[in-house]
């Protein structure tokens, strides 16, 4: 059976087409993974309303050329499947009058998906991780989950803003590019520094807290940008913006690893998944694996296999399977399994919401 997905809840627009074979256990094939990325300026963060006429402007050229890619036809869809929520209030609306749209137009039933959902079922089969501890960490959400009970269950969040959004607010203190993700510039910016920063470490029980954090190194920042021969006060080297970017990974990065190996002892898993738009970042993959090394286990991270063929003209081939997360296809794969349970989202309930809790979802395909 074969879905179309549509993801739009932050500023990434993606459409996904995606089969999964009829009566067999064999892995799910993706047919077309298509995005576009409504990128701000230097500075500034997207505001919902410019992200949602974004969207309204590519969906249809997007589902068009999905289709093309894929080699199917409308008749070929079973359903539609499109991202209810977790997200930001506009560009989510966008996609829902999309999905209802295309409902209408081609006479196929909707399957409103929980976006979280779709990163961990999309993980799942991407890595042919079986039971693990997940680790979803996003510029929207920063979440510890394991599966019991039909449930995902959440062991630890963030208590006020996400470490995505920590990462990509402190580019935005930094004036650095949003071109082609904040998160990615950090990164990059974070492989070339050498001193650690005392930063504070907060972590509370299997919760984790990022405000307080960022406050502290935009304090730094701004001292920086004040007295730019600033010195470390051991090394006398100079302290650069690179040094910033990388103490503020090391912190962030080191309580997530904590809270992870928590869960992992509690729930006996010897396997973590690492789902969301952070995931791709390296240090962090390899803080994680380290750990899990030390109790005898493995991480598991999406690789090329779910990347998207990326129509922006800034973004280059090496960077598709480093951004591919927010798409399409995982939004078809996850509404696809509940579809083939008997799940449908009737078109007066085709709404969307910015809430919408990942242990919310009855996840009736697995056992």
Not at 29 to 41: D, E, G, W
Not at 311 to 332: H, L, P, V
Not at 333 to 340: D, E, M, N, P, V
Request: aromatic share 6%; glycine share 10%; proline share 4%.
């Amino acid at each position: 059976m074969i879905a179309l997905g549509l993801e739009g809840s932050a500023n990434k627009l993606g459409v996904g087409v995606i089969l999964h074979p009829e009566g067999e256990n064999g892995p799910a094939q993706i047919l077309a993974n298509i995005r576009h990325t409504f990128v701000s300026p230097p500075g500034e963060g997207f505001l919902p309303k410019d992200t949602a006429k974004h969207h309204r402007a590519w969906v249809v050229p997007l589902v068009k050329q999905a289709l093309k890619e894929a080699g199917v036809t409308v008749k070929d869809v079973g359903c539609i499947c499109y991202t209810k929520g977790p997200g930001m209030g506009a560009p989510l609306q966008s996609v829902a009058v999309a999905a209802r749209m295309l409902s209408l137009l081609w006479e196929k039933e909707l399957v409103g998906v929980n976006h979280c959902v779709g990163h961990i079922e999309m993980g799942r089969e991407i890595t042919g991780a079986q039971n693990p501890v997940v680790l979803y960490v996003s510029g929207g959400n920063t979440q510890v989950i394991a599966y019991a009970e039909q449930r995902y269950r959440i062991f630890g969040e963030a208590l006020d803003i996400a470490v995505g959004n920590c990462l990509d607010r402190f580019a935005r203190t930094l004036e650095i590019s949003n071109d082609p993700a904040p998160g990615y510039n950090i990164e990059q910016l974070a492989k070339k520094g050498r001193h650690l920063l005392d930063l504070p470490y907060a972590v509370k029980g299997m919760d984790c807290s990022f405000s307080g954090i960022l406050a502290s190194i935009d304090l730094l920042a701004a001292d920086l940008r004040a007295n730019p021969g600033r010195t470390d006060g051991q090394t006398k080297d100079i302290i650069t913006a690179a040094d910033l970017c990388f103490s503020l990974q090391e912190t962030v990065f080191a309580m997530l690893v904590e809270i992870t190996e928590r869960a992992m002892a509690h729930v006996g898993s010897t396997q973590v998944l690492i789902v969301g738009g952070v995931g791709c970042n390296e240090r962090l993959q390899e803080m994680m694996g380290l750990m899990a090394r030390d109790r005898g286990g493995s991480v598991f991270a999406t690789d090329e296999r779910y990347a998207s063929v990326v129509m922006d003209k800034q973004f280059t081939g090496s960077q598709e399977g480093r951004f591919c997360i927010d798409n399409g296809i995982m939004i078809a794969h996850a509404g696809l399994l509940a579809y083939q349970t008997g799940y449908r989202t009737p078109l007066e309930d085709s709404t969307c919401t910015q809430r919408f809790r990942t242990d919310e979802v009855l996840v009736k395909w697995r056992a």
